[in-house]
Each structure stands twice: as structure tokens, then as C-alpha cells.
């Protein structure tokens, strides 16, 4: 037995008034999904158990089949794996985004999703200002990067209250900076940051182009090194990972997985959908599961772009999931799951709480009598899951 697992990122959301009550779920053409809801077994999960976050760091370990409640420790340690960054004891990492500022306020979380040319420019440049003995500084991917903060008061001196920046689109930034034991020197840091990039040559190039400057540096999502039980441990499974986001290939590499890198992923609505589907199929020659996931939902819903994100659902339709379907029909000897990591509101622009639709389809599982993919359906299903990392066990029995 073969298993895929397809991750549409955030891809559920609320009604929205310009589709008439419509998700862009429900707007879209997803003919792929629909057959894999009609011949599979449909329902809702919830990804976030409480008092978790709304995230994907949490969303993404539940899909993979670990408690988030007995192994999250933060986002920001999952990436920095992802990157190659070892934790010591003492040491807190906390993911960096390169954000645009204007008039106190927070425009942009992402920076106008600046390229990782330009980033790794940028970030360097701080790196030769900032670095201190206690304080290092790693460039990442596009607007994502990690900070490594070490205390020697132990990890308990920085247990700042920061809130991501996704989650303060057009609000004051006075409101929202870190609080709490750590934040003066977080907040010394992204103002220190906000001078060195004010006039940074790559901001003046981006502001010529009518582009969002990297004009500030944004902290949150902090924890310690996560310990993760490897998943052939767990489940006596190999398997194989497929995404452009750091945090992601972080959970993939904790676990064990191999990480696949798919030449032109950009974890936005331009990336190679179809290199990532012809990764991941070549890897069941030699594994037993392999897991795509796609981060361009994701984005449009924090852009509050309805149209943007129904072009990403219907790309993830017809460029994903039909070449899957397809290959499920010549290997019937095949398991999928298809389910997002958490909702994200193309309204409020952020990740929102609540049952996120699922299906489980293939070789030995009945169909529920579901027609089609939407929040809506997964709603009425009998099939409602309280902890949704216990999907993975039915997925594989």
C-alpha cells in the first residue's frame, strides 16, 4: 500500500460577500476534489486543539499524526531545523519576518513576498550589524527568517508575548509590540533594524518599482528545540516531504522524512505545482508515503484576495490533485488524505479556529455519500474528528 497526503493550506475560509455567502471553496471549480469527496470518506477535523494557536506549525504536526499538545514547543524552532540550526540549552529561536511599516502601522507582513535574492541581501546586512554574542541572525526564504536569542538567564527570560505578523495587517505597531520578560530587547532590535533598512539600497530600488520595502523586522513564534519522535518509529512507515515553506520541511526532517526539493517552488501562486506532484509520486518507488504541500491558499487568504484564492484552489485542483487522481486509478493499491492545516480568512486575513474538511479515499474505504469538497459538506458529515492527528492512524490501518 501506497499513501499521498495532499495539504491545500489553509484552504477553508468564511462566506464572503463578494461570492453571495460563497467560500471560495464552495466558488470554485474543483472537479478533482469532488470525485475524491464522492468516492472517498468525507468529513470535518479539528487541527488546533486548544489552547494551541491557530498555525501551521500546529495544523501540519496534527496531519502528520503527532499530538501537537504533547510535542509543540513553537514555531520559530521548526524552521530553524528546517534551515539546519541546532538548538542549544539556553537558546530561544524566534522566526524574523521582513515586514513593510508606514505611518506606525504594519502594511505588510510579507514584505510584498520579496524575493530570497533580495531577502538573503537584506538580512546579511543586519546580520554584520546585529550579531552580537548573544544574538544570531539566519536568512531563510523570501520574508521568513529565524533569530537565535541566547539568555543566560535560561530559556524563562525570554518568554515574550509576540503576535505574528500576519495577525496585524493595517493595525498601529505601537499596540503590538513583545511584552512581558525578553521584549525590551526584541523591541531594541526590530527598531535598531528599522533604521539600518530605511534607506537600504534594495528598499530604495523596490519603492522606485512601486514595490513594499523591507523596511522593518518583525519577531514572533519562539520556542526551545521540539523533541519528535521519528515516523517510522511511530507508525513503521517510510516517507517522503514536499514544500517551499521552511517550517514545513522543519517538521518533515524532525520526523525523519525525506525532503524533497523541487526546483521552482516559491510557496506563493507562481510555484511548480507540477514538479512538486512529479516529486512526490517518483519517491513511492521507494517510500511508503509522501506528503505535498501546497502554501499558495495560504497567502491569498492573508492578502484577503478572493480571487487570488480561488485561482490558487483551482490550480491546486486541476495542476495536484488531478495528476493524483490519475495515478490512483492505475494504482489502486493507493491511500489518500487531502485536508488543509487550519482555515485562513480571506475577511480578517489571519488563520481562524474551527473543523477544517477532510477526505480519506482508496483502497478499502467506503464512500460517505459526500458530492463535493466544501466546508459546507464536511460540516453535515457524520464523520467529525475531535483531534485530527488520529486521522493518521485510519489513513494507514
Known sequence: MK???LVPDGVSDHPCEELNGKTPLEAANIPNLNWFAKTGRMGAANTIPSPL????????LSILGYDPKSCYTGRAPIEAASMGIELQDGEVAFRMNLVTEADGKL?????????????????????????SERVTLYPGIQYRHIAVIRDAGGVEGLSAKCTPAHDIQGKPIDEYWPKG?????????????RILLSDHEVNRVRLDLKENPAN??????????????????KY??????ISAVDLVKGIGYLAGLEVLNVPGMTGYVDTNYEGKVEYGLNSLKSQDLTYIHVEATDEAGHEGNVKLKIMAIEDFDKRVVGPVKEYVKSHPDTRV?????????????????????FIIAGKGIEPSGADEFTETAASRSLVQVGEAHTLMGELLA
Request: glycine residues 10%; hydrophobic residues 35%.
Open 3 to 5: 499513501y499521498i497526503i
Open 53 to 60: 494557536q491557530p498555525g501551521s506549525d500546529v495544523g501540519h
Open 107 to 131: 502594511i505588510d507582513y510579507s514584505a510584498g513576498h520579496i524575493s530570497t535574492k533580495e531577502a538573503h541581501t537584506l538580512v546579511n546586512f543586519l546580520k554584520s550589524r546585529l550579531d
Open 181 to 193: 520578560s525578553g521584549a525590551e530587547l526584541l523591541k531594541k532590535l526590530m527598531e535598531e533594524a
Open 216 to 233: 522593518m523586522i518583525w519577531f514572533w513564534g519562539q520556542g526551545v528545540m521540539p523533541h519528535i519522535q521519528l515516523f517510522k518509529e
Open 236 to 241: 513503521g512507515k517510510t516517507g517522503s516531504l
Open 337 to 357: 488524505l487531502i485536508m488543509p492545516d487550519h482555515s485562513t480568512s480571506c475577511k480578517v486575513k489571519t488563520h481562524v479556529r474551527g473543523n477544517v474538511p
